[in-house]
């Protein structure tokens, strides 16, 4: 079973509509972290949670929310989908308490279409 | 705030060959990690290799390996006896350990390798 995973892994949806994209981890990891992929382009950090009560914005957190429901669960929310908001979501983990604590584990990714 | 640069969109080496992929950085921070990450079509981020830049020997994994220049800001991938499963997307990212940890991506270069 993968240690990070991400639902749905495909969705498509029109301008205006509200979706959730699911994290969930098996790792134990403490840290989680929402990216943005666009085509041709590197990732750039959303959002990203040191515990379950710590939210943090990142580079590119307008137009997105975040929960953190547990330690293993962390959520991306879109209030109202735009267009430009098509892109390649991922969710990362990293474990403070390990040795090697900066290295970020991703997940598969989702794939979004904002029509 | 940090930038990292690849200067070669796409590359293609054959088989059993080496390849090295370039990345530069640009920071006014002297403590920071900085990683190369592959993703395959299957679009999964893989992490290849790091290095803690208070390290001055060059990080090594079978048969990947670095050449880190601090003073240069230069971190280069090199492959080598390349093989068909190295094609993929290769990312270099730089991370500020006074910054939440945050990954900042380059554009990424697109390796192919050739039977």
């Known amino acids: 079973d993968a240690d990070v995973t991400q639902t749905p892994r495909n969705r498509i949806t029109k301008t205006g509509k509200r979706i959730m994209l699911e994290c969930s981890q098996t790792k134990g990891h403490d840290r989680m972290y929402w990216y943005r992929q666009d085509p041709g382009l590197g990732l750039r950090l959303i959002y990203y949670?040191?515990?379950?009560?710590?939210?943090n914005k990142g580079e590119i957190s307008d137009g997105y929310s975040v929960s953190r429901q547990a330690q293993a669960k962390f959520s991306l929310s879109l209030e109202s989908a735009i267009p430009n908001q098509t892109a390649l979501y991922f969710c990362?983990?990293?474990?403070?308490?390990?040795?090697?604590?900066?290295?970020?584990?991703f997940g598969p990714g989702t794939r979004l279409l904002v029509l | 705030a940090q930038t990292v640069t690849q200067s070669q969109p796409e590359m293609s080496v054959q088989e059993a060959e080496t390849v090295t992929l370039s990345c530069t950085y640009d920071t006014s921070e002297n403590n920071y990690y900085l990683f190369w990450y592959k993703q395959p079509p299957s679009r999964q981020m893989i992490l290849v290799i790091r290095?803690?830049?208070?390290?001055?020997q060059n990080a090594t994994e079978n048969r990947f390996s670095v050449n880190f220049q601090k003073a240069a800001k230069s971190f280069s991938l090199k492959i080598s006896d390349s093989q068909l499963g190295d094609t993929a997307m290769y990312f270099c990212?730089?991370?500020?350990?006074?910054?939440?940890?945050?990954?900042?991506f380059g554009g990424g270069t697109r390796l192919m390798v050739k039977p």
């Open positions: 290095q803690e830049a208070y390290k001055q």
């Open positions: 990362a983990t990293s474990d403070s308490r390990q040795q090697y604590q900066e290295t970020q584990y």
């Open positions: 949670s040191f515990d379950v009560k710590d939210i």
């Open positions: 990212a730089f991370m500020n350990l006074n910054a939440g940890n945050m990954l900042t």
